[in-house]
């Protein structure tokens, strides 16, 4: 990304840039990963006296992709109408990902039946929208009428069959490939991951590595993932160890997953000496380092990686970095008006919308400085009073403040909104009794018995047995 401000003054300084020009600006924006700035210089070639070419429209239909804009996709899919580009090959089969991946699997479909000369990603592309939509039996349907289909249609049927946690079936189909490659492994343990099933996306893996399926850094990413999980730290180190093996130690993908591992894993200094070390850290692995930080309380830390983060060029915090902003400041020796700044820089200064989550972490934090109202207006003022999720974390944060007068308002709210009567029955009966309210307290606990709403009990997770696993890093 440093070279793009660069890019951008040049770009500014051509008096009439040409569609090369301006493709070169959109594809590059794309392949970096910033969609957004990718559409807006798309728009701003069509505003513009060029004209749009294939290249241009299949750039942005990749961003809509990725973002899953739909009607901005529809509006440029009717460009490409209008263009008489729509049954080109190249950019049906753009329209087929982007309709996929939005979720609208019946104007994908509709496309790909429109496109004259069908080729192999025309299939694959079909297949896939097909699978990832849900709709299992119609990806089946356009593999069966396939002709021959390759690796890339089967991984698209694994990974739609995976995301709708049919993991046996997708295990299956992997069982019958050939040659299934690391982006069939690699759907199949993301399925196990998704689904909270580590021990069998560990046992996927490490039948991976002994048939010697290469893997990549996005399958390290997959397993440390579902490792930090179940904070299993010596499964974590073995297969730190396999990706040094693997030539990934340099890669900020792993290089992110192995912070987070780590860090959820209470080992702080380790994920300190990744993060250090990665040539090129991009803002998933600050967001991690910071993430982990706040995790284990170091809210000093928090602060001074967040300022440091400021100062890195072509590189601004996201909605990620101020929620682990917010959560270290809920430790103490953080002033609640530094908290507040945050917060309002957050929204002003950065254009970031705060999110629910944004709203539950404030609350919180408001709870443990004792202003509870001040959080009530806050959730008005965001506007997500119809979420009975915000209301939840201010009738946790009043049990903590004793508020009673409030914990009734937000008990009433969870009940309308969420329906969840038995956590709000434990909260309030809790807090009764705390304020000496007997009978209000024996009401609440007979309307438990009444409804059959139990304390649910505590549970924990030991570290999954690595025996299976002793010979691992020695396959090789």
């Known amino acids: 990304m440093h070279s793009f401000s660069a890019a951008h003054k040049l770009f500014v300084e051509i008096p009439k840039p040409n569609v090369v020009t301006w493709n070169t600006m959109i594809s590059g924006y794309v392949h970096a990963g910033q969609f957004r700035y990718a559409l807006s210089f798309f728009t701003g070639l069509e505003r513009s006296h060029v004209c749009a070419d294939a290249f241009s429209i299949t750039s942005a239909l990749s961003a809509c992709s990725q973002l899953s804009l739909f009607k901005l996709g529809s509006s440029i899919h009717c460009k490409t109408v209008k263009l008489g580009m729509a049954n080109g090959t190249v950019v049906a089969n753009c329209l087929i990902d982007m309709y996929g991946k939005c979720g609208s699997v019946e104007h994908g479909v509709r496309v790909f039946y429109e496109i004259?000369?069908?080729?192999?990603?025309?299939?694959?592309?079909?297949?896939?929208?097909?699978?990832?939509?849900?709709?299992?039996?119609?990806?089946?349907?356009?593999?069966?009428?396939?002709?021959?289909?390759?690796?890339?249609?089967?991984?698209?049927?694994?990974?739609?069959?995976?995301?709708?946690?049919?993991?046996?079936?997708?295990?299956?189909?992997?069982?019958?490939?050939?040659?299934?490659?690391?982006?069939?492994?690699?759907?199949?343990?993301?399925?196990?991951?998704?689904?909270?099933?580590?021990?069998?996306?560990?046992?996927?893996?490490?039948?991976?590595?002994?048939?010697?399926?290469?893997?990549?850094?996005?399958?390290?990413?997959?397993?440390?993932?579902?490792?930090?999980?179940?904070?299993a730290l010596t499964w974590g180190l073995l297969i730190h160890c396999c990706a040094i093996k693997c030539g990934l130690f340099a890669s900020v993908v792993v290089g992110s997953a192995l912070i987070d591992m780590y860090s959820k894993c209470?080992?702080?200094?380790?994920?300190?000496?990744?993060?250090?070390?990665?040539?090129?850290?991009?803002?998933?692995?600050?967001?991690?380092?910071?993430?982990?930080?706040?995790?284990?309380?170091?809210?000093?830390?928090?602060?001074?990686?967040?300022?440091?983060?400021?100062?890195?060029?072509?590189?601004k915090p996201d909605g990620i970095t101020f929620l682990n902003l917010i959560s270290a400041c809920s430790h103490n020796r953080i002033p609640f008006e530094v908290a507040i700044s945050y917060f309002e820089s957050m929204i002003d200064a950065y254009k970031i919308a705060p999110s629910i989550e944004h709203c539950c972490s404030m609350i919180r934090l408001m709870g443990q400085k004792g202003e509870l109202w001040r959080a009530e207006r806050m959730i008005y003022e965001l506007g997500f009073e119809s979420y009975g999720v915000v209301w939840r974390a201010l009738l946790g944060a009043c049990g903590t403040q004793a508020d009673l007068q409030v914990a009734e308002i937000a008990a009433a709210k969870v009940i309308e909104l969420e329906k969840d009567e038995g956590y709000v029955y434990v909260v309030m009966s809790n807090m009764y009794a705390s304020f000496g309210r007997w009978e209000d307290a024996n009401v609440t606990r007979g309307l438990m018995s009444t409804k059959r709403v139990r304390k649910e009990a505590g549970s924990s997770w030991i570290e999954i047995d690595v025996a299976s696993f002793s010979d691992f890093l020695n396959e090789r």
């Open 116 to 231: 004259i000369d069908k080729d192999v990603i025309s299939w694959n592309s079909v297949i896939a929208a097909s699978a990832n939509s849900g709709h299992i039996g119609l990806a089946y349907k356009f593999l069966h009428l396939m002709p021959n289909p390759d690796t890339v249609s089967y991984n698209g049927l694994i990974n739609g069959i995976s995301q709708a946690g049919k993991m046996e079936d997708a295990v299956q189909i992997l069982s019958s490939l050939p040659s299934p490659n690391s982006s069939s492994w690699n759907s199949v343990i993301t399925g196990f991951v998704n689904r909270n099933r580590a021990r069998e996306a560990l046992d996927m893996f490490c039948k991976m590595h002994s048939r010697n399926v290469e893997m990549d850094e996005f399958t390290f990413s997959i397993i440390l993932d579902g490792i930090a999980g179940l904070s």
């Open 266 to 315: 209470g080992q702080v200094k380790n994920a300190e000496s990744i993060f250090h070390a990665l040539p090129n850290k991009n803002l998933v692995s600050w967001n991690a380092m910071i993430s982990g930080y706040a995790r284990n309380g170091d809210s000093a830390q928090v602060i001074h990686l967040f300022e440091l983060l400021k100062m890195v060029r072509d590189m």
